[in-house]
């Protein structure tokens, strides 16, 4: 079926961004890269104990975080492998270790995928949590052959603006301005986005992978207000090749204004290098938007890799290690 956002065989961005020719990638690839720490020192934490009105959120690493609901407990693109490539032996490799264990996770219901890139579209770790857990796996729509083909049991295909229909709490496709691809030859077969997750009283946004765009707007509203938004910040250079497809610091301040959220949380930055910035380029840059725009380090915050916080209604609250 034909969508503003389907053409019949490929899927693409309404606003037009498409991104740079996969044949472009070589040209990029020979920008100088600030090297990055071969290893950064991870203590893991186990997930705190919550209570039965709680909503935790803790961020495990790049886009995964751990979101706990009373008794449901579900992952966001959980990547654990060391590398985010299709092979173990080359690719980008992790330089911090997941903030949380793989063998301390609780019992995990729900896992959403936001699209089927490497660093987000982990099969090994999809594998893994299916022996143990038998979650429900959400993801959008064309997605369903690749993730069934790798022995995923549960899956779910819904399209942006569609809510799923058997998750275990209330979740919701967004639009996000990306591209999908796993090789050179299926480009955009496959949807991309983010989630609304509605934990109880509370409102969460998950954006995925996202160049800055309308999109923004047009989710906060229709599906705001939102207490939290995770928004990417890192892997955004060079501009001329990443524009379309990533934010960079400043323009995920404009996505945090545009959705009106009470709250944002950071994240993809810090533990691949996908791209030429230095590890800490986007914490720098996320600083200096935020003075430049008056938004408060509270309101749009960076935390550690195992650190969580509690989301109050109109509030989050970090809790102790």
């Known amino acids: 079926m034909l969508t503003d956002h389907f053409d019949g065989r490929r899927f693409f961005n309404p606003s037009g961004a498409q991104g740079q020719p996969t044949w472009m990638v070589p040209r990029m690839l020979l920008t100088p890269r600030t090297p990055w720490p071969s290893r950064i020192p991870v203590e893991p934490r186990r997930p705190p104990h919550i209570g039965p009105d709680d909503v935790v959120v803790t961020f495990v690493g790049h886009a ?47 896992v959403l995928l936001s699209h089927n890139h490497y660093d987000h579209c982990d099969l090994a770790t999809l594998r893994a949590l299916d022996r143990r857990f038998q979650p429900r796996l959400v993801a959008p729509v064309g997605n369903g052959r690749l993730l069934r ?18 998750a275990p709490l209330p979740v919701t496709l967004t639009p996000a301005q990306h591209f999908s691809a796993r090789s050179m030859l299926d480009r955009n077969r496959a949807l991309w986005g983010g989630f609304l997750i509605a934990a109880g009283s509370r409102r969460i946004l998950f954006a995925g992978d996202s160049g800055y765009g309308p999109h923004f707007r047009e989710v906060a509203a229709r599906l705001g207000p939102f207490d939290l938004a995770l928004l990417p910040i890192g892997a955004y250079e060079p501009r001329w090749f990443m524009k379309d497809i990533h934010m960079n610091p400043a323009e995920a301040v404009q996505a945090h204004l545009d959705l009106g959220a009470r709250h944002s949380i950071a994240m993809h930055f810090g533990t691949f290098q996908l791209t030429p910035e230095g590890f800490d380029e986007p914490v720098r840059g996320l600083a200096t938007a935020l003075r430049q725009r008056g938004v408060s380090a509270e309101q749009f915050r960076t935390v550690d890799v195992g650190e969580s916080v509690l989301v109050r209604p109109g509030g989050i609250e970090p809790l102790a290690a």
């Not at 959980?78 to 063998?103: I, K």
């Not at 899956?155 to 942006?160: F, G, H, L, M, T």
């Open 64 to 110: 995964t975080f751990l979101i706990q609901v009373a008794s449901i407990n579900l992952l966001t693109d959980p990547v654990y492998s060391e590398r985010a490539s299709p092979v173990s032996f080359a690719g980008p490799r992790r330089v911090r270790a997941p903030g949380v264990r793989f063998d301390d996770l609780p019992a995990i219901s729900l």
């Open 149 to 166: 083909s790798a022995g995923i049991r549960q899956v779910e295909e819904i399209d942006w603006w569609q809510s799923a229909s058997a």
